[in-house]
């Protein structure tokens, strides 16, 4: 059966089809894309052949500029200006080896483009692949000479570079060096460091600061102490979540000031957004940023601040109270559902909760056999206390009795 024609089939089914191949008929280096669930035919929403990827990964490509290159360095899943770039359409596209921004070979929709300005497209050719001079070889070349300057560059610095700090620049060709001690401490590097040239300090601390904020009481508008502005400091906030080498820490407690601040900025963000548009006074400052293997406190100067109005409090306390009162509210809520569980129980009978169900896995995990077989009997003493009440007859009732029986 001739397959129907579809507005929508790519050129490799046009052609197929053209050729009198069908969705049962049809070469061994194409299938059939529909789902699973669905006809297999061409003539749906979905349906039209594609390409193996075994067999078009090797077969051999064409740049506008004479370039060859092997399937496998293709891209084929873009759909950009009206064009399905693809492998079934014969326009495939390929990063540019040479890095070429500018080319008047290339396709028009790929020129002055800002995320394809490096792309261009390809098309299948018969010519037989030669590996000398094909893309493969240019970027085999380009990625020897990127190793080859790799190694000059580390040879320039006398061996203080960092893989993860350094990155090859594609603009100008370049190895850089972004040292950011921040990303050792995300990291939690130890040993060897070839930047610092020794090793690591094995003993373990974070970088503490404190963050003053001032701040205008909006709700004391209207009152005699309208205007008041109240200041308040958070001690001992720490950079990172875990402790990190005294050596990055003492240096990022001079180099990272820059990245706490931006940190509190985006903290703070609705109040300095409040300030800067409705004009609610705010304002953060960060103070004593230190290197230390633990939190230290300073009573005496927290004396001064607090006789200054100043109000103090610790990170750490914070931490503290929000972890017992979260560790409460667990307990409550625990409390709570076993209530209900076992109130259930004592209505229903444990036997009434479904198998494998989540009542009777927490029947069995917080009440246990003990306490289950307890609540059994309470509920048994309740329903034999509940048939053995005597019944009370309506007054009505009695009467209908008594007529029953004189007539009798």
Same mark, same amino acid.
């Given at each position: 059966?001739?397959?129907?024609?579809?507005?929508?089939?790519?050129?490799?089914?046009?052609?197929?089809?053209?050729?009198?191949?069908?969705?049962?008929?049809?070469?061994?280096?194409?299938?059939?894309?529909?789902?699973?669930?669905?006809?297999?035919?061409?003539?749906?929403?979905?349906?039209?052949?594609?390409?193996?990827?075994?067999?078009?990964?090797?077969?051999?490509?064409? $740049? *506008?500029?004479?370039?060859?290159?092997?399937?496998?360095?293709?891209?084929?899943?873009?759909?950009?200006?009206?064009?399905?770039? $693809?492998?079934?359409?014969?326009?495939? $596209?390929? #990063?540019?080896?040479?890095?070429?921004?500018?080319?008047?070979?290339? #396709?028009?929709?790929?020129?002055?483009?800002?995320?394809?300005?490096?792309?261009?497209?390809?098309?299948?050719?018969?010519?037989?692949?030669?590996?000398? &001079?094909?893309?493969?070889?240019?970027?085999?070349?380009?990625?020897?000479?990127?190793?080859?300057?790799?190694?000059?560059?580390?040879?320039?610095?006398?061996?203080?570079?960092?893989?993860?700090?350094?990155?090859?620049?594609?603009?100008?060709?370049?190895?850089?060096?972004?040292?950011? *001690?921040?990303?050792?401490?995300?990291?939690?590097?130890? &040993?060897?460091?070839?930047?610092?040239?020794?090793?690591?300090?094995?003993?373990?601390?974070?970088?503490?600061?404190?963050?003053?904020?001032?701040?205008?009481?909006?709700?004391?508008?209207?009152?005699?102490?309208?205007?008041?502005?109240?200041?308040?400091?958070?001690?001992?906030?720490?950079?990172?979540?875990? *402790?990190?080498?005294?050596?990055?820490?003492?240096?990022?407690?001079?180099?990272?000031?820059?990245?706490?601040?931006?940190?509190?900025?985006?903290?703070?963000?609705?109040?300095?957004?409040?300030?800067?548009?409705?004009?609610?006074?705010?304002?953060?400052?960060?103070?004593?940023?230190?290197?230390?293997?633990?939190?230290?406190?300073?009573?005496?100067?927290?004396?001064?601040?607090?006789?200054?109005?100043?109000?103090?409090?610790?990170?750490?306390?914070?931490?503290?109270?929000?972890?017992?009162?979260?560790?409460?509210?667990?307990?409550?809520?625990?409390?709570?559902?076993?209530?209900?569980?076992?109130?259930?129980?004592?209505?229903?009978?444990?036997?009434?909760?479904?198998?494998?169900?989540?009542?009777?896995?927490?029947?069995?995990?917080?009440?246990?056999?003990?306490?289950?077989?307890?609540?059994?009997?309470?509920?048994?003493?309740?329903?034999?206390?509940?048939?053995?009440? *005597?019944?009370?007859?309506?007054?009505?009732?009695?009467?209908?009795?008594?007529?029953?029986?004189?007539? $009798?």
């Amino acid at each position: 059966m001739k397959e129907k024609c579809h507005k929508e089939y790519n050129l490799l089914t046009k052609r197929l089809l053209e050729e009198g191949y069908s969705a049962e008929h049809h070469p061994d280096y194409v299938r059939v894309d529909v789902p699973a669930w669905e006809e297999k035919t061409l003539d749906n929403y979905y349906g039209r052949f594609s390409y193996e990827y075994w067999w078009i990964f090797e077969q051999t490509f064409k $740049t *506008p500029c004479g370039l060859q290159c092997k399937g496998l360095q293709c891209r084929s899943s873009m759909s950009y200006m009206g064009i399905e770039w $693809t492998f079934e359409n014969d326009m495939a $596209t390929i #990063h540019c080896p040479y890095e070429k921004k500018e080319c008047k070979l290339k #396709h028009k929709y790929l020129q002055d483009h800002g995320v394809l300005r490096y792309d261009c497209e390809v098309h299948m050719t018969k010519e037989e692949y030669c590996y000398e &001079g094909s893309v493969e070889h240019i970027l085999k070349l380009h990625d020897d000479e990127i190793r080859r300057q790799e190694i000059s560059f580390s040879l320039q610095r006398k061996g203080r570079v960092c893989q993860e700090h350094m990155r090859f620049n594609q603009d100008t060709l370049e190895w850089e060096m972004n040292y950011d *001690p921040y990303d050792c401490g995300l990291r939690g590097c130890m &040993g060897m460091c070839p930047i610092l040239g020794h090793e690591l300090d094995q003993k373990r601390g974070n970088v503490f600061y404190d963050v003053k904020t001032s701040f205008l009481r909006g709700d004391l508008d209207g009152t005699l102490f309208e205007g008041q502005i109240d200041t308040s400091i958070i001690k001992g906030k720490k950079l990172f979540d875990h *402790p990190v080498s005294m050596d990055i820490c003492k240096i990022c407690a001079r180099l990272s000031q820059d990245r706490i601040k931006e940190k509190m900025r985006g903290h703070y963000f609705t109040e300095l957004f409040l300030f800067e548009y409705y004009g609610r006074y705010f304002s953060f400052e960060i103070q004593n940023v230190r290197a230390e293997q633990r939190e230290s406190r300073d009573l005496m100067q927290d004396l001064e601040d607090i006789r200054n109005g100043i109000q103090i409090v610790h990170d750490s306390d914070m931490k503290k109270r929000e972890a017992e009162a979260k560790k409460e509210r667990r307990r409550k809520s625990h409390e709570a559902a076993v209530r209900r569980l076992e109130k259930k129980l004592l209505e229903n009978g444990y036997e009434s909760l479904k198998e494998y169900s989540a009542d009777r896995h927490h029947a069995d995990k917080w009440l246990g056999k003990a306490r289950i077989a307890e609540l059994e009997e309470l509920r048994r003493k309740k329903e034999k206390e509940k048939m053995e009440q *005597p019944v009370q007859m309506a007054l009505s009732d009695y009467r209908i009795k008594l007529d029953i029986d004189t007539t $009798t």
